[in-house]
């Protein structure tokens, strides 16, 4: 076991430290945190009881990892958790909240990019590859899935869930679910159109991107009912139609359109 720590850095005896970790001055590991291999913790981060790091992740300054959840039915005695897993990089005060249920988790998965001032509530779930721009910010039990972008100062409310390649604009406000690899934006935030960049860096077709048009116009249409939608979409008889057709029927809080 391998680690360079500072003499300043705080860490208890009970916390579990794998192999050749970074830590730097003033950062403080509670009681009951599982550090993997290979992470850099940068000066003034806390990971509070409850924190569980994967390999190779990088944590800023003054990120804190596992803060109570800012919920008002929350006993203080609940145990639960922070996952996160490999590759991720946290910058500058992040705060991210551990579970508000007993033994649950708040889940970051790998590849992830949390920019500077980024909020993560009580029992959200983040995948792979999330970008999240400074100051945004996700109510507790968002749901958001591969590849999506989340741009700077956007609100997000609680129990939504962003599809994969979703691209929000800046200081948008997100109240209801969010199509995947369409751009959404606005206060009212509204539906906007295809996200052409992220669909094209991550290999998508000129033919799947004009599948995706046939989708985007349907959804657009607001002489169809969502009932009619839903068969037209299915009728294109494609798996990209097919997931947005699954991926609407179960928006239980149903979904940004574009305005009427």
């Given at each position: 076991?391998?680690?360079?720590?500072?003499?300043?850095?705080?860490?208890?005896?009970?916390?579990?430290?794998?192999?050749?970790?970074k830590i730097a001055a003033h950062v403080i590991i509670e009681d009951d945190v599982v550090l993997g291999d290979n992470n850099i913790i940068m000066s003034g981060a806390i990971l509070k009881s409850g924190s569980r790091l994967g390999n190779h992740n990088t944590i800023h300054e003054y990120a804190v990892i596992a803060g109570l959840p800012q919920d008002l039915g929350f006993e203080i005695q609940t145990k639960s958790y922070v996952e996160i897993g490999n590759h991720n990089n946290?910058?500058?005060?992040?705060?991210?909240?551990?579970?508000?249920?007993?033994?649950?988790?708040?889940?970051?998965?790998?590849?992830?990019?949390?920019?500077?001032?980024?909020?993560?509530?009580?029992?959200?779930?983040?995948?792979?590859?999330?970008?999240?721009?400074?100051?945004?910010?996700?109510?507790?039990?968002?749901?958001?899935?591969?590849?999506?972008?989340?741009?700077?100062?956007?609100?997000?409310?609680?129990?939504?869930?962003?599809?994969?390649?979703?691209?929000?604009?800046?200081?948008?406000?997100?109240?209801?679910?969010?199509?995947?690899?369409?751009?959404?934006?606005?206060?009212?935030?509204?539906?906007?159109?295809?996200?052409?960049?992220?669909?094209?860096?991550?290999?998508?077709?000129?033919?799947?991107?004009?599948?995706?048009?046939?989708?985007?116009?349907?959804?657009?249409?607001?002489?169809?009912?969502?009932?009619?939608?839903?068969?037209?979409?299915?009728?294109?008889?494609?798996?990209?139609?097919?997931?947005?057709?699954?991926?609407?029927?179960?928006?239980?809080?149903?979904?940004?359109?574009?305005?009427?």
């Open positions: 076991m391998t680690h360079s720590i500072h003499p300043s850095a705080i860490i208890s005896a009970h916390a579990t430290l794998g192999n050749n970790n946290l910058r500058e005060y992040v705060t991210l909240n551990r579970a508000s249920k007993e033994n649950q988790s708040t889940r970051i998965g790998d590849h992830n990019y949390l920019m500077s001032y980024c909020h993560i509530a009580h029992d959200c779930q983040l995948a792979n590859h999330v970008i999240m721009a400074p100051s945004a910010a996700l109510g507790g039990h968002v749901h958001v899935d591969d590849r999506a972008f989340i741009s700077g100062g956007v609100m997000v409310h609680q129990f939504v869930h962003i599809g994969s390649l979703a691209m929000i604009g800046g200081n948008s406000k997100i109240t209801q679910n969010v199509l995947p690899m369409m751009i959404t934006d606005g206060n009212p935030a509204r539906l906007r159109g295809l996200n052409i960049v992220g669909l094209r860096r991550n290999g998508y077709k000129t033919s799947d991107i004009r599948d995706l048009k046939k989708v985007y116009h349907l959804i657009a249409d607001a002489k169809l009912s969502l009932e009619n939608t839903l068969l037209a979409l299915r009728n294109l008889n494609n798996d990209l139609a097919a997931s947005y057709a699954d991926f609407i029927e179960f928006s239980d809080r149903g979904f940004h359109r574009p305005k009427d």
